[in-house]
């Protein structure tokens, strides 16, 4: 099997997905770059992650042109071609529908930074793509304009995108997410939930960076710090 252990971490990805109620049936996908090489692996188009096997996986160029595999690749494959044209710091993608992230999307809203690890591992707000047809360029577009700066974009009437270092990272940033749209609805359902300051993410994505753990900046959320002037508004 080619890339063997890149391809066993997309399908372990793939059931958690499941496992953690962040996609159902065949929805959401996964990729990831080939170390040292600009191909990606990615997820085919509408086999459920229960039954996925490394085997289904197909290995594509930068411009999405298939390399090897004989399934069809997700529908989704212009998104993640257009992340990781965009953001060389992105190693691995995951595309979810959570359900409270979803709430967002349908309300066309940002997710403001309410939780520590929010700020830690998103990079503040997260910031909604305008809507589009699912696997369109204007979707793609849309989401790498929105993802700047950030580990983590939603999609309008749609779901999440997750973006990081390693696979691992890509789905934790998901989970973050889903678990800030949790927090921030209940937290407006039994009171006046309090946003962290621009300056209180910063210094909490910062300290995260520079020493959380035993190796700061090789992990999650290390990605590229860009910036942006209509950051956190
Ligand atoms: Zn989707």
């Known amino acids: 099997m080619f890339h063997q252990k890149t391809a066993a971490e997309i399908v372990a990805v793939g059931r958690q997905l499941v496992s953690k109620g962040l996609v159902s049936g065949t929805w959401g996908n996964i990729s990831a770059r080939i170390p040292g090489a600009g191909d990606f692996l990615i997820t085919p188009s509408g086999v459920p992650y229960e039954s996925l096997d490394a085997q289904d996986l197909v290995l594509l160029d930068p411009e999405g042109k298939v390399k090897k595999g004989t399934l069809r690749p997700s529908t989704e494959t212009p998104l993640h071609i257009a992340i990781y ?16 992230a979803s709430v967002f999307a ?29 696997g369109s360029k204007e979707l793609a577009d ?18 999440v995108v997750g973006v990081g270092r390693s696979l691992k990272d890509a789905l934790l940033i998901c989970q973050v997410v889903e678990k800030g749209a949790q927090v921030f609805l209940l937290a407006q359902l039994s009171g006046k939930p309090h946003v962290l300051s621009e300056r209180d993410v910063a210094l909490l994505r910062r300290n995260f960076l520079e020493k959380y753990g035993q190796n700061p900046l090789s992990s999650a959320c290390a990605l590229k710090e860009q910036s942006r002037k209509d950051d956190d508004n």
């Not at 044209?85 to 409270?100: G, N």
């Not at 349908?106 to 699912?134: C, H, S």
């Not at 929105?146 to 983590?152: D, M, P, T, V």
């Open 142 to 159: 849309g989401a790498v304009t929105a993802l700047e700066g950030r580990s983590a974009v939603i999609l309008a009437n749609h779901g």
């Open 85 to 100: 044209k965009k953001r060389p710091d992105v190693l691995a993608i995951v595309h979810t529908h959570s359900p409270y």
């Open 106 to 134: 349908v309300n066309r809203r940002e997710l403001p930074p309410v939780l520590e690890e929010q700020a830690q591992l998103l990079g503040g707000t997260v910031r909604v793509a305008p809507y589009a047809p699912p």
